[in-house]
T-cell receptor
Framework: DGGITQSPKYLFRKEGQNVTLSCEQNLNHDAMYWYRQDPGQGLRLIYYSQIVNDFQKGDIAEGYSVSREKKESFPLTVTSAQKNPTAFYLC????????????FGEGSRLTVL | AQKVTQAQTEISVVEKEDVTLDCVYETRDTTYYLFWYKQPPSGELVFLIRRNSFDEQNEISGRYSWNFQKSTSSFNFTITASQVVDSAVYFCALRPYNQGGKLIFGQGTELSVKP
């Protein structure tokens, strides 16, 4: 089945450690996105990539990094510079550039101990 | 400024009741899209509906209906005869003109339907 796969689903990290969240899609979509979800704040855009080897910062990019070496993959690294990394992270791909319809993965919940 | 406000943080109803989730948006664009997504406990956001700014027709899909009113900048969502399976967090989102997948989300409304 076509879709977006995020892993791991749950992740625990000690302060000061970097962690990478995986996002893979087999929908053949060009553009991919990372959103962060915090309780009561909705989703906020971290980074996005419209094409392979290109990516742009979203509204809350500080403390995060991404790469886009393959069309199918858009991993997100949460670095030790991110001051409040505990959150739910959602990856999405863009199905229709004209309308903005996104397809989402099931998310990764990161907890910093 | 572009913004989406879902003033209802949590709603609790009993099964078979009707419930309306409010969404108010702000944008200066004349061309934009509005969305509703459902987030069940599994975490994935599930697409429910898309509406462009030039189409103010209300839409009905089974027990779901949407009321889009540009005059009040609102895009409200009504569930008729609610069911326990409707329990989820619902997000309203705005896609400004020519912004690809850069959606502006509301804070979400957590709906709890009790048997």
């Amino acid at each position: 089945d076509g879709g977006i796969t995020q892993s791991p689903k749950y992740l625990f990290r000690k302060e000061g450690q970097n962690v990478t969240l995986s996002c893979e899609q087999n929908l053949n979509h060009d553009a991919m996105y990372w959103y962060r979800q915090d309780p009561g704040q909705g989703l906020r855009l971290i980074y996005y990539s419209q094409i392979v080897n290109d990516f742009q910062k979203g509204d809350i990019a500080e403390g995060y990094s991404v790469s886009r070496e393959k069309k199918e993959s858009f991993p997100l690294t949460v670095t030790s510079a991110q001051k409040n990394p505990t959150a739910f992270y959602l990856c999405a791909s863009l199905g229709d550039r004209n309308t903005g319809e996104l397809f989402f993965g099931e998310g990764s919940r990161l907890t910093v101990l | 400024a572009q913004k989406v406000t879902q003033a209802q943080t949590e709603i609790s109803v009993v099964e078979k009741e009707d419930v309306t989730l409010d969404c108010v948006y702000e944008t200066r664009d004349t061309t934009y899209y509005l969305f509703w997504y459902k987030q069940p406990p599994s975490g994935e956001l599930v697409f429910l509906i898309r509406r462009n700014s030039f189409d103010e027709q209300n839409e009905i899909s089974g027990r779901y209906s949407w009321n889009f009113q540009k005059s009040t900048s609102s895009f409200n969502f009504t569930i008729t005869a609610s069911q326990v399976v409707d329990s989820a967090v619902y997000f309203c989102a705005l896609r400004p003109y020519n912004q690809g997948g850069k959606l502006i989300f509301g804070q979400g409304t957590e709906l709890s339907v009790k048997p």
